[in-house]
């Protein structure tokens, strides 16, 4: 067996979105897709899904019930997207945490040193981008610097978004987005993270 240094590193891509910030969520809620390797192929595969469905490359909140049902639905059948993990996290809490503690497992979870990755956070600015960067780091992630991607540009990104706002539905008592989910959980699709942060008075 090579030693580490001489081994070529697994190349990880993760893709973090959110939702709950708002008032009207009581949770913040942190998914994260990682995928090794090669992304076209995901990516073109998930952008079929969303013609199929007709989600027209929005997020959930500017979809059809009917379509994103659709939607999720078939990344479920066709096993698509990659490795999706995601944290649920009472309110009031600071944002900055939960987003750390679930890129951190996931990548953990998926990484087989030595590796790097490149992560992806939807809509992030470059001062919280560096911040989150040298957490990561000084948590033992390897990784490139945190970079901003939008939805509009990206259907791993979209596929992080859909699965996050059918998590929040499903955690008020929707039904539909309930079932989706604990057929996700049931497949071993979703991979819930434990929650480590302290409450706090402070988002």
């Known amino acids: 067996m090579l030693p580490c240094e001489f081994m070529p ?4 891509y993760c893709y973090v979105d959110e939702t709950g910030q708002d008032a009207r969520s009581n949770v913040f809620i942190v ?21 199929e469905a007709e989600t027209n490359q929005l997020k959930w909140h500017k979809t059809e ?15 698509a997207g990659g490795e999706v993990f995601f944290g ?7 944002f900055f945490f939960p987003t750390l503690e679930v890129i951190e497992a996931a990548v ?4 087989r040193p030595p590796y790097t990755t490149r992560i992806f956070v939807d809509g992030i600015d470059r ?30 990104i979209r ?13 008020s ?7 989706i989910v604990e057929r996700a959980l049931k497949q071993n699709y979703l991979r819930p993270i434990e929650r480590k942060t302290p409450r706090s008075t402070r988002g």
Not at 67 to 78: C, D, F, H, I, N
Not at 88 to 94: A, E, G, I
Not at 108 to 111: D, I, L, T, Y
Not at 159 to 171: E, T, V
Request: proline content about 4%.
């Open 88 to 94: 649920s996290f009472p309110k009031p809490l600071p």
């Open 127 to 156: 001062k919280k981008a560096a911040e989150l960067t040298n957490a990561l780091r000084l948590r033992g992630v390897s990784l490139e610097m945190v970079r901003a991607r939008r939805d509009e540009s990206e259907a791993l």
């Open 9 to 12: 590193k697994q190349k990880l």
């Open 31 to 51: 998914v994260a897709v990682v995928k090794a390797g090669e992304q076209e192929d995901t990516r073109v595969a998930l952008t079929r899904i969303e013609h």
């Open 108 to 111: 953990k979870a998926v990484a």
């Open 173 to 179: 008592g929707k039904p539909d987005e309930r079932a």
């Open 65 to 79: 019930s009917s379509r994103r049902l659709k939607y999720l639905k078939l990344v479920l059948e066709k096993g």
């Open 159 to 171: 596929l992080a978004d859909m699965w996050a706002g059918c998590i929040r539905a499903a955690l």
